[in-house]
């Protein structure tokens, strides 16, 4: 194969009370990276559309590029040559997993032209890379979901252990990414280092509740236990109007509503289309509300996680 | 009816990384409550066997006797008088929930000789009751599993909201309790109000992979999962040889081992009878290389909870 094309999906991570430890992927939005072999050894970014020219071109530094790096050096492949052909299609630095999307594409890219010499789950290390290079610290639960799809759990780092879960088929979600921004490493910076053994409690409750209603499935357990006693209460103050747009989400009839990642994205999960709409309407009339404009996706729950689309 | 005879099940609460939140109940050992409607009003502890005098027999400062209190004054008919006789199959104070269990026989046993006037679910606030008699505290996590049958989640207090999960067919469990004493409220006061954002995201990964690993099932994730960063380190100093125990419970194939509730009983969850009959017989010999003799007990997780045994 000499050139290939493939999308990987946007994410929402910590998902309400799984800080660290729960993501998901949606169908939309998502990056789309295009390989093409080249004689001369090395990875070359020959373009990257959509990014407003915010991103580094050098390939060491980019998120798609050190991925496709580090697997050819692991597979003792450094001879071969690729361009790199990055395509954004979602906010940069929006708490949608845009790094993780564009590195999960290049590798899994990568994999699929040189004839799959390794297993899907194996390129996550890989695609953790891009995230060390883009964030400053090698995170799972952006990579993880994008590219296994589906709700996924990394119970742990060391080893890595990462357990993808089945969602209730025709569970939406909906994405609302205001125009503002927040800086991932200030919404890390002001978290505390400690929290009360009562909030722990409650949060461990309320994950074990979230990942039993997936389970069952259970949309009421779901429901009840998208609630963050830890981290939600600190990083909502970074969003202007967080409260009520989360209000207007549940009065729409969201199973829940919390943030997206980091921020300043905020996302809700619903049991069908027309709920996760009429939701995504609601979220983006609050932020409005305060004249601050937003897009709104509403997709499914993504199951496959990357594909193939040239 | 005039007479019942109810057996209510033994339980091991916290389960490893699920402090105050989970717990799952065994075939036996448990306790037995009988009661014989009388004439005149009021409840009456007749007599409690097996507890070498130790409990208190005046009915409202009785777990069994306070739990059918509560129970006759909601449904109103203080007009019903019954006498109990409670028989302790189970060493008090041990951690294996003991108290719950007498709650448990009690509050179904008067709910049976009434003709059910309430779901089984409906009683858990009675036996929470009988809890807070005995510990001081209203908790879920042993009256919960009792009642109800299987592993369950406390998933929250208020409102109250009580989880049963199906837990893989033929997983046994494996209980040591050692002759050693170790008092409740101790194993509470000497726990850390505060614990560090990163144990807590650690411990959540594990509550996260052992509801995931029970429900899929999954041994092996079931085994990863049982992992306590936060409570165990801190009490295990007060079970003498609980590293050795430990450790002689997973070389002899046990899933995963810890504290039960609040010991000293130590638990282990298995894949088969005979590897939780090898385990227990492997604890039993790690705490006597340092002279402390145990009773151990093996059986299924009680998918059923309490039983009509007369």
């Known amino acids: 194969m000499e050139k290939i094309s493939v999308f990987a999906p946007a994410t ?30 090395g990875v070359r970014i020959t373009d990257i559309i959509g990014d407003g020219g915010r991103l580094p071109r050098e390939a060491a530094r980019n998120t798609a590029g050190i991925s496709i790096q580090r697997f050819l050096q692991h597979i003792d492949r450094t001879d071969i040559g ?14 949608l997993g845009s790094s ?12 699929e032209l040189l004839g799959r ?4 789950i194996e390129l996550l290390p890989f695609a953790m890379e891009g995230e060390r290079i883009a964030c400053g610290s090698a995170h799972a639960d952006n990579v993880g979901p994008s590219l296994l799809g589906g709700f996924v759990v990394v119970r742990s780092y060391s080893p890595l252990d990462v357990i993808k879960l089945d969602t209730p088929a025709g569970m939406f979600a909906t994405l609302v990414h205001p125009d503002i921004e927040v800086n991932t490493k200030d919404a890390r910076f002001i978290l505390k280092n400690e929290v009360s053994l009562k909030n722990a409690i409650t949060q461990m409750g309320n994950v074990a509740g979230l990942v039993a209603g997936l389970l069952k499935p259970d949309y009421d357990l779901i429901s009840r236990s998208m ?12 969003i202007p109007q967080f409260g009520e747009v989360k209000q207007a989400a549940l009065d729409s009839g969201a199973l829940g509503c919390s943030i997206s990642g980091s ?8 049991r069908d289309l027309a709920t996760a709409e009429r939701v995504g309407q609601a979220m983006q009339q609050a932020f409005l509300a305060v004249g601050i404009t ?3 996706y509403v997709s499914e729950i993504n199951r496959q996680g990357p594909r193939v689309i040239g």
Chains 1, 2 share one sequence.
Do not use: H, Y
């Open 82 to 95: 690729v361009d790199v052909l990055l395509t954004k299609q979602m906010p940069l630095g929006s708490g």
């Open 12 to 41: 929402v991570a910590n998902v309400a009370c799984g800080f660290d430890i729960f993501g998901f992927a949606v169908d939309s939005p998502g990056d789309v990276v295009e390989l093409t072999r080249r004689d001369t050894p």
């Open 294 to 296: 937003s897009e709104a």
């Open 100 to 111: 993780a999307a564009s590195a999960v594409a290049g590798v899994f890219a990568i994999n």
């Open 227 to 238: 609630v963050d006693v830890i981290i939600e209460p600190v990083r909502s103050i970074l």
């Open 263 to 270: 921020g300043p994205s905020m996302f809700a999960l619903c």
């Open 117 to 120: 010499p390794l297993q899907t």
